[in-house]
């Protein structure tokens, strides 16, 4: 299998057209576009009967003391988790791309809908629980959000975008889940996969 995107190159950096997060001098940053990336494929293999799709940070702090204090910074060598970014499954298998702006164009404070393009499913991202305190952003935050990494890490972070094909057309799963549900749901069930990856940064020091 094969995984592209018309919007930015394997290993480069991410436009900020599609983060949820655009570098601001005086606030360190600021809302941004949120548009989900172009994302297309091929070499489906024979008996697929679904796709999925996920997107993750794997650089994203464990320990939340030093993110986005002043005079403060993330130190690059801190143990890092997975933060999803986009959870998509149930794709039928003759679907071959995603447009651009397809399951996101703009933030959505307090939530967005697990409204899906083709009939599939969108889970809960993790700008779900990250903004659960919050009482203006708080909500279930469904399909894609784009990279809003801490504005003082001084790790550059990834975000890996993933493609399954799937030997199941439904998978085993609550009326809401998230990426941690969905990665247990294919298990047994991926018959290919294909990844790329794109980078993203709001350090100044790292731009």
């Not at 570098?23 to 009967?49: C, K, L, V, Y």
């Not at 990426?179 to 993203?200: K, N, Q």
Request: net charge negative; with cysteine.
């Amino acid at each position: 299998m094969e995984l592209w995107s018309n919007d930015f190159s394997e290993g480069g950096p991410i436009p900020g057209e599609f983060a949820f997060c655009l570098p601001d001098a005086e606030q360190h940053a600021t809302f941004g576009p949120n548009r989900n990336p172009h994302m297309a494929w091929s070499g489906i293999p024979d008996g697929t009967r679904s796709l999925a799709v996920i997107c993750h940070d794997p650089d994203v702090p464990t320990v939340p003391d030093d993110v986005n204090v002043e005079g403060r910074e993330v130190p690059e060598d801190l143990p890092r988790t997975d933060f999803f970014h986009w959870v998509l499954v149930g794709l039928p298998p003759d679907v071959t791309e995603i447009g651009a702006a397809a399951c996101s164009d703009g933030v959505t404070t307090g939530g967005k809908s697990d409204e899906a393009p083709f009939g599939c499913r969108q889970g809960a991202n993790d700008y779900t629980g990250w903004f659960a305190e919050d009482p203006d952003m708080a909500g279930d935050y469904y399909g894609y959000d784009g990279p809003c990494p801490p504005w003082n890490d001084t790790l550059v972070h990834h975000y890996v975008f993933t493609i399954f094909a799937l030997d199941a057309e439904t998978l085993d799963l609550p009326s809401r889940f998230d990426g941690t549900d969905a990665r247990a749901a294919i298990e047994g069930h991926v018959l290919g996969s294909a990844e790329m990856t794109g980078t993203y940064t709001l350090n100044p020091r790292l731009s």
